[in-house]
């Protein structure tokens, strides 16, 4: 899999993770409520992903995914 992954869960939380996972079934065995994940390379796709998808503005998809930058083995809760 890629360097950082979105994880979306039936409780609809968006959570994006720089853990580095084998494939999407070791996701859904560490999220009870895994519904499905996306992954990317960079934190530039997150960005682009995140403006096509969520309409967002660059410097809101910037500052969601900034706080990853830099951290290895740690996720974090994406709050639109």
């Known amino acids: 899999m890629k360097r950082?992954?979105?994880i979306f869960t039936?409780?609809?939380?968006?959570?994006l993770s720089?853990?580095?996972?084998?494939?999407w079934k070791?996701?859904?065995d560490m999220?009870?409520?895994y519904m499905t994940s996306l992954d990317f390379d960079t934190?530039?796709?997150?960005?682009?992903y995140l403006i096509?998808?969520?309409k967002l503005s660059?410097?809101?998809?910037?500052?969601?995914?900034?706080?990853?930058?830099?951290l290895i083995n740690k996720t974090i809760e994406l709050n639109f």
């Not at 720089?18 to 494939?23: I, M, R, V």
Request: aromatic letters at 10%; hydrophobic letters at 25%; charged letters at 40%.
């Open 26 to 28: 070791e996701i859904q």
């Open 52 to 54: 096509s998808e969520y």
């Open 58 to 70: 660059g410097e809101k998809a910037d500052n969601l995914v900034k706080p990853i930058n830099g």
């Open 18 to 23: 720089s853990k580095k996972y084998k494939d």
């Open 43 to 48: 934190l530039d796709e997150i960005s682009d």
């Open 10 to 15: 039936r409780d609809s939380k968006v959570l």
């Open 31 to 33: 999220y009870e409520n």
């Open 4 to 6: 950082y992954n979105i």
